[in-house]
């Protein structure tokens, strides 16, 4: 497999996370909140949103998986839990790809189980597919089709991710 084609530039994506850092700051002024990155594809998005913050935010990572090989198993495990209690504290869930709810839907039922105050969204690429689980995602990157990308957080068997951009892999 290889890089086919270029989606999105560095530079549109620095733009876009320039954006959603600048609503972030608006909706949470004067607010806590705990961005919570789901690994490994969201630590590149995590770190640019964060150089454009200029709100009281701390981070959280967690690892989960939903695959066993190459096939969605529709249930999520829990590889790296939170190192913190989460009841009553704003949480901003930052994601890589959505593509069919399956994996957020879970994660958001496990953390709403914790007590947060609030939980929402930010995903940088979604994918327009038909989703199996509708989620309601606050911070939208951008809208992709349905091909196999990497770059930008996203890999192909742990490749590719430290590319500043998205690509097409075929």
Known sequence: MKITKKILS???IQERIIKLASEINTDYEGKNLIILGVLKGAFIAISDLAK???IDVSF???SISSYEG???TGQIKIEKDLDIDISGKNILIVEDIFDT???LSSLIDILESRNPKSI????MFVKSVEKKIPVKIKYKGF????EFVVGYGL???GKYRELPYLAELS
């Open 10 to 12: 560095e530079e549109q």
């Open 52 to 54: 454009n913050l200029n």
């Open 60 to 62: 959280e990572f967690m």
């Open 70 to 72: 190459s096939e969605s």
């Open 101 to 103: 709810g399956l994996t």
């Open 120 to 123: 929402e969204i930010m995903c």
């Open 143 to 146: 809208e992709i089709g349905s």
């Open 155 to 157: 890999d192909y068997m």
